[in-house]
């Protein structure tokens, strides 16, 4: 089967990459020439641990290529599938669908053989319904079907999500549409991948809902762990007494630093605006956003609280900037406001992040990027552990307190044993453990 793809950002490049693994014959189409030319010369525009080899391996078997000509690359696909970005709309926080629709609108105009066009992009309840009337004006004369398509892919984790999904969803209005989707998932099916198929309006919403739901159980376990630290309970342990009940499952129960990322703050920030525009209020999700917020720049504090209260002149030596491991990306990270928060009460930061440091640099100027995390722990008064990458999980603790001035961890993913850090002569501070 033929699959164009629109737009080649993180989520039609991973899609593309699978769907070309599977046997299809895909062409990723971008209309951002410098992406398209990296991409022919093997370079990814991301980090994601497995894409490189995997796009490598199925352009060198001819199932993958690579074009800026969107009529051309469209051209007897039977699945169009549309990834382009919805970012958050300045000003109000509404999905912003331009790119979205210009794409529909192309679509429209160079469609010459029967196609399915499926959103993959995260789009608003009701955004299928406006592609097939764009699609529809432009009278292609073929039939086609729009379909809804989300994707959960987690970030770090992608190729092994799109491979073994948890469910697929699909919302078809059509027979048509079912069935081209059903062989674009056949490979899976085979696996025994469950298959949801519901009214396009439905795939839509579940989407949004699936990210607010895991947000509220973030920031749940966030709250539960404030708590904990008042009344001396563990967080661990109620994640674990909690999520051993069937019914609430032990995922999404690490209490940390807040949720942050391309899709938990702008989903849950776009369902508001959906829920407001048709009069029905989530205001549990409403508060999710906001104790999010809040609890971000609160953790600033917590490390200035574990500097003895005056941070003035001291220096933090941040480990993990990304808003999780194994990426790259900084979009909405919980170190940018911790970061800004130390820096107002006169600290002085020092960074490292594995991978993250590049796309960090311009929206942290007042930060310092170390070359290690020893670099940044030289002379520190407090080290403070933002993103567990696996690096910090093994630090050496006897060379940390050596050249440390003061051995102050505060490990805000509880990476550590509080017994054996404190054992070890550190003082140590994590979230909901006492
Ligand atoms: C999330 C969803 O998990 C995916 O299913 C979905 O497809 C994706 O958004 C999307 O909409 O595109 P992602 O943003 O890559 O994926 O990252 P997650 O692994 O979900 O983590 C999000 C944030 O929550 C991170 O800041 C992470 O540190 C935080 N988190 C996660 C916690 O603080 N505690 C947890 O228990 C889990």
Redesign the pocket.
Known sequence: MKIAMVGSGY?GLVSGACLADFGHDVVCIDKDPAKIASLLDGVMPIYEPGLAELVGANVRAGRLAFTTDLAAGIEGASAIFIAVGTPSRRGDGHADLTFVYEVAREVGANLKTPATIVTKS?VPVGTGDEVERIIGEAKPGVEFAVVSNP??????AAISDFKRPDRIVIGAESEFGRQVMSEVYRPLFLNKAPILFTARRSAELIKYA??AF?ATK?TF?NEMADLCEKVGADVQDVSRGIGLDGRIGP????A?P???????PK?TLALLKTAEDYDSPTRIVEAVVKVNDSRKRAMGRKVVEALGGDARGKKVAMLGLT??PNTDDMRDSPSIAIAQALDDAGAKVVAYDPEGMELAKPLMPEVAMAANPYEAIEGADAIVIVTEWDAFRALDLKRVKDIAKAPVLVDLRNVYDPAELRAEGFTYVSVGRV
């Open positions: 989520v995260t994707e959960f892919l987690r970030e770090g699936a990210n895991l973030i376990i995922k999404f129960l690490h940390g807040g949720y942050g990322g391309s899709c938990f989903d808003f999780k």
